[in-house]
């Protein structure tokens, strides 16, 4: 099982990133897609979350009307397009995949960086 978060790095405050999360070793439309993130100092947050079949998102209050998730079932990746960035956002990213029900599962990747600075 892996999920690997491509897509950080550094840009200007206003900027953008698009973020992946690429899944392989389990079936991917059976889980719910989350983005969570974590600045210095701070507890791990959850920051976007999509249903499996993609047909529910939730926002944090946060990141609300700036950040869309999104996934693409066919190719097992999940998705965070990122806008009018803040410096509040810096932290590492992290996608994190969750089955409900009879036989739960959850599996997390290894981050990636997100820095937001002029």
């Known amino acids: 099982v892996q999920l690997v978060e491509s897509g950080g790095g550094l840009v200007q405050p206003g900027g953008s990133l698009r973020l992946s999360c690429a899944a392989s070793?389990?079936?991917?439309?059976?889980?719910?897609m989350n983005w969570y993130r974590q600045a210095p100092g701070k507890e791990r947050e959850l920051v976007a979350a999509i249903s499996s079949a993609g047909a529910t998102t939730n926002y944090s209050d946060l990141v609300k009307g700036r950040f869309t998730i999104s996934r693409d079932n066919a190719k097992n990746t999940a998705y965070l397009q990122m806008d009018s960035l803040e410096p509040e956002d810096t932290a590492m990213y992290y996608c994190n995949a969750r089955r409900y029900g009879f036989r739960p599962r959850e599996y997390w990747g290894q981050g990636t960086q997100v820095t937001i600075s002029s």
């Open positions: 070793g389990f079936t991917f439309s059976e889980y719910v």
